[in-house]
T-cell receptor, first 112, second 116 residues
Framework: GNSVTQMEGPVTLSEEAFLTINCTYTATGYPSLFWYVQYPGEGLQLLLKATKADDKGSNKGFEATYRKETTSFHLEKGSVQVSDSAVYFCARRYSSASKIIFGSGTRLSIRP | EPEVTQTPSHQVTQMGQEVILRCVPISNHLYFYWYRQILGQKVEFLVSFYNNEISEKSEIFDDQFSVERPDGSNFTLKIRSTKLEDSAMYFC??????????????FGPGTRLTVT
């Protein structure tokens, strides 16, 4: 079916480590892809997005590239900070105003 | 920066009671949504609303749920007879910026509903 699968957490890293959170999707057609972040006690914030194949979304040092061949949208950051500790959700959307389908979320904890 | 607001931040109710969760979407947005997140689980779509009617709803959104935009600013989710399994964080979102033409969904901070 149409879904989003992301690596299970929790993920614990030391400050300045390299981060990858894997995300793959199954879908017909070409959805828009997103990463949302949920900091402790807060709501969902859009972190980055990509709307077509080979697009790279980036924000706050995070990047993700829309890979049609592997149906993936992995989140990466070269050097994480303690303030990056949060839950990260991969998500997709088919059309401009349609619902967002979220992955299960990956909890990231960064040790000082 | 404009933001989506939700009230209350936490609602405790007894099973069988009715609750109304309130949202104020971003003022020039056209599309409105409710999602929920049961503790420790994924965020799930409930319903979308456009032009004063429901445009899509999920299987979760059964007859005990309803949505309304009673005036030009509020968007409400009513649960008629709450069940224990309705305990969750409920997020409102809005999109469709008439000014920029953007369709990013902006989420509110959520209302935590606890049914006892």
């Amino acid at each position: 079916g149409n879904s989003v699968t992301q690596m299970e957490g929790p993920v614990t890293l030391s400050e300045e480590a390299f981060l990858t959170i894997n995300c793959t999707y199954t879908a017909t057609g070409y959805p828009s892809l997103f990463w949302y972040v949920q900091y402790p006690g807060e709501g969902l914030q859009l972190l980055l997005k990509a709307t077509k194949a080979d697009d790279k979304g980036s924000n706050k040092g995070f990047e993700a590239t829309y890979r049609k061949e592997t149906t993936s949208f992995h989140l990466e950051k070269g050097s994480v900070q303690v303030s990056d500790s949060a839950v990260y959700f991969c998500a997709r959307r088919y059309s401009s105003a349609s619902k967002i389908i979220f992955g299960s979320g990956t909890r990231l904890s960064i040790r000082p | 920066e404009p933001e989506v607001t939700q009230t209350p931040s936490h609602q405790v109710t007894q099973m069988g009671q009715e609750v109304i969760l309130r949202c104020v979407p971003i003022s020039n947005h056209l599309y409105f949504y409710w999602y929920r997140q049961i503790l420790g689980q994924k965020v799930e779509f409930l319903v979308s609303f456009y032009n004063n009617e429901i445009s899509e709803k999920s299987e979760i959104f059964d007859d005990q749920f309803s949505v309304e935009r009673p005036d030009g600013s509020n968007f409400t989710l009513k649960i008629r007879s709450t069940k224990l399994e309705d305990s969750a964080m409920y997020f409102c979102a809005s999109s469709g910026d008439t000014g920029t033409g953007g369709y990013e969904q902006y989420f509110g901070p959520g209302t935590r509903l606890t049914v006892t």
